[in-house]
């Protein structure tokens, strides 16, 4: 499968925050898209999973036009997992995962089928959550969180993945764990997974490819060669250094502010 | 647990507690039609059910119980329907038709009706319809004032304010109708069953079953939205469409409960809360448990009314007095756990 985004626009009060994005992915590739604060991340993740309305330019499943598909069909193939959830009305984590079917599910019906519930399973089983799932949502760590938001957007069992800041909360430990679990299931179920992330080390280690973002404009796509330590100082401004490189990949750390 | 067995769990819980709060509501409609200054047997009451011959006296009183009955039930089951919505479209678990100032903005503007066109009082539905505008508009003015603030309490804080103005506003032009409603206004502002009348009994009903199966349809959309936006609109809902529809829904209810029975408090706030303790937040099973809660726990509230009366011979105590000292308690609780996270 091919994820073709071309021209894409998005306007906030007639203000540009994403500036005619192109780029082309495919499944089973885990896509990194860096940028600091308020470069776009978040709204191309958005644009793509239909959350905010583009004002302009196309995206594309295999050649076939997302304008062509309908509110089901948009479920079935994009789920977003964001930073936040309103966890104000008590609900268990079950609870939670389960509103990931109704794309799945016809207008009718009323109860989850059995595969509905052993998708919740497999999923729930692979996040290693599976003891959470009687816990309050509200009641649970950023960690365990965080792994459920992530969960929740399996369980819709999407062929685009699209997670913002996924490993946000974790410590090292756990953002490894969450990381090696995105990049194993990108490969078996063969997603297209896009991460929006801002921890440069991370994205040197675990992406297939990159995306930069600098002030709503894509500035780089390639492998992980592509980030440089001249590409990072002029996007994040900063004195960076490069510390190893590794099977041609580049670990970068910041020095000082530019 | 796996999660077959915690999904299995969940539908057993709902099937368990329905059947149970079911049977609660038939003894307590038995109780209901017994209890009064008149005590008749639950042996006669069982026998008029089944079409057995009755004393034509006592059969008398039966149907002039059974019309309270009725009511009683009915806004109770609309106003745990309506609890269950506004919560849900305001993710907020301290909402509530009476705290939000839906119920005594609808009250006023009946009130304000019956004063400019007095021969309304002969017709409920348009009464009902009324009220129902009423009830839409306190909604939007308590939306408006809580812009002001982005807290969880901002909503409630505005709600009380919309209420105490309001509800100020009905005590006059009650006080003014006297002449004419015939009945103790306080029955109004505190909701009695006393003045309900056996023609009222299907408006009650059709307005309680189309809410009720407007929320039993709107369960995965209002699942998906008190979560955020985000989840309902990846899940192929509007927002916007939800909303619209669960705030019509309330409005309905409420502006029913409100022209036939008048305000009764805390009762869209408690049945929610204790239904959700016993089947889960998943809007398929807590909005029709909440509504068997509301008729529960208003009969239940009527027959200590009448009960209280029967022996003080001071005459009935309002409504929404007893539901209020059920109610109220559950509230300040529920805001005391807030303030501590």
């Known amino acids: 499968m091919r994820l073709v985004v071309k021209g894409l626009r998005v306007e906030y009060d007639s203000k540009p ?62 789920a977003y997992a964001g930073p936040e959830v309103f966890r104000a009305i008590p609900s268990t984590v079950m609870e939670f995962l389960l509103i990931g079917r109704y794309p799945h599910q016809s207008r009718m019906q009323y109860l989850e089928s059995s595969k509905d519930v052993e998708v919740v399973e497999k999923v729930s089983h692979e996040l290693n959550i599976r003891e959470l799932l009687n816990r309050k949502l509200s009641e649970l760590s ?16 999407p062929a685009v993945l699209l997670l913002d800041e996924p490993a946000a909360f974790l410590d090292i430990r756990y953002k490894v764990e969450v990381l090696d679990i995105i990049k194993d299931l990108t490969k078996s179920r063969n997603l297209i997974t896009l991460v929006a992330n801002n921890d440069l080390h991370i994205t040197t280690l675990y992406a297939d490819k990159v995306l930069v973002l600098s002030d709503g404009r894509i500035v780089a796509v390639g492998g992980p060669e592509t980030l440089t330590k001249e590409l990072i100082e002029e996007v994040y401004k900063i004195k960076a250094e490069v510390i190893v490189n590794h099977n041609g990949r580049n670990f970068i750390i910041p020095i000082k502010h530019a | 647990m796996t999660a077959l067995e915690t999904y299995r769990h969940l539908v057993r819980r709902y099937v368990t507690s329905t059947l149970i709060l079911a049977a609660a509501l038939t003894s307590l409609v038995i109780t209901s039609l017994s209890v009064g200054t008149t005590h008749l047997g639950f042996k006669e009451i069982i026998n008029y059910m089944l079409g057995l011959e009755v004393d034509t006296l006592h059969r008398g009183l039966i149907e002039l119980r059974m019309v309270r009955t009725l009511a009683a039930a009915l806004t109770g089951a609309s106003l745990g329907v309506s609890g269950v919505l506004i919560q849900g479209v305001t993710r907020n678990p301290l909402a509530e038709p009476y705290i939000l100032g839906i119920s005594s903005t609808a009250l006023s503007v009946v009130s304000l009706a019956l004063i400019m066109n007095p021969s309304l009082i002969n017709s409920r539905f348009e009464v009902v319809m009324i009220s129902f505008l009423g009830a839409v508009l306190g909604f939007l003015l308590t939306l408006l004032l809580s812009r002001l603030g982005s807290s969880g309490f901002s909503l409630v804080l505005a709600g009380v ?31 009695s069953t006393t003045s309900v009348l056996k023609s009222d009994i299907p408006i009650l009903a059709s307005v309680t079953l189309c809410g009720a199966l407007v929320a039993v349809l709107m369960s995965k959309p209002l699942n998906a939205y008190v979560y955020g936006d985000e989840y309902s609109k990846q899940l192929g809902f509007n927002p916007r469409t939800t909303l619209l529809i669960a705030t019509t829904a309330t409005s309905l209810l409420t502006g029913s409960a409100v022209a036939v029975v008048g305000i009764v408090g805390f009762v869209g706030l408690a049945a929610p809360h204790i239904a959700r303790y016993l089947v889960g937040s998943d809007h398929r099973f807590s909005s029709t448990a909440s509504a068997l809660l509301g008729a529960n726990l208003v009969i239940l509230s009527d027959i200590v009314v009448r009960a209280i009366s029967s022996v003080s011979n001071l005459g009935e105590l309002p409504l929404g007095v007893v539901t209020g000292i059920i109610g109220a308690p559950i509230l300040a609780y529920l805001v005391l756990r807030r303030v501590r996270e």
């Open chain 1, 17 to 78: 925050v994403l500036k005619d994005a192109e780029f082309e992915v495919l499944s089973g590739e885990l896509t990194f898209v860096i940028g600091p604060n308020g470069s776009g991340k978040t709204t191309l993740l958005k644009a793509i999973s239909r959350l905010v309305r583009h004002s302009g330019g196309s995206i594309y499943i295999d050649g076939k036009d997302l304008k062509l598909y309908s509110y089901s069909e948009l479920g079935r193939a994009f």
């Open chain 2, 161 to 191: 304010a919309v209420t105490s103005i309001s509800s100020g506003i009905a005590h006059l032009l009650l006080y003014l109708l006297q002449s004419i409603l015939r009945i103790p206004y306080v029955y109004l502002l505190m909701g």
């Open chain 1, 142 to 157: 950023s960690g365990e969180l965080q792994r459920v938001l992530i969960a929740r957007a399996l369980v819709q069992e």
